[in-house]
């Protein structure tokens, strides 16, 4: 009788998925923790960027910070626009887009010349940076427990 509970048992092992998802799952935290450091990143350290942003375009330190400020509402207010996309388009699509919008708008950051340039490229960046919370949820569908 013992016996054939432990092959019952080996023969459920054998066949029920892991809890966390395996693999694929782990690498989805990977990616959210690197969309969260690019994120995050960029909004956290805007401030290294008011000074050179004064001295490029002879700006005011308000008129320098509007960029950066812009950019953090636009992600934080954009949740509820995003996650309808996410669940709409799915996450990897979805996610993906939104990385290219961030990568976008900071590649125009770095050519802007103007100083309204520098600040629609942020309202772009600000947009891609709502990957960050989008992506909590993606990770959340690949664990059980």
Do not use: K
Not at 37 to 50: E, K, N, P, R, V
Not at 89 to 98: D, P, T, V, Y
Not at 105 to 133: C, D, E, K, N, Y
């Amino acid at each position: 009788m013992a016996a054939a509970r432990a092959a019952a048992a080996a023969a459920s092992a054998a066949t029920t998925p892991p809890l966390d998802g395996g693999l694929a799952a782990w690498l989805v935290v990977a990616a959210s923790f690197v969309a969260h450091i690019q994120c995050l990143g960029t909004m956290y350290t805007f401030t290294l960027f008011i000074v050179p942003y004064q001295r490029e375009f002879g700006l005011s330190a308000g008129a320098a910070a509007l960029p950066g400020s812009i950019a953090t509402g636009i992600m934080l207010a954009s949740g509820p626009l995003v996650g309808r996309f996410v669940d709409r388009c799915g996450s990897r699509s979805s996610l993906f887009a939104l990385g290219l919008l961030h990568v976008g708008g900071m590649f125009v950051v770095s050519v802007a010349r103007s100083h309204a340039v520098l600040v629609l490229a942020h309202v772009v960046a600000g947009l891609g940076m709502a990957v960050a919370p989008a992506s909590i949820a993606t990770v959340q569908q690949w664990f059980d427990t």
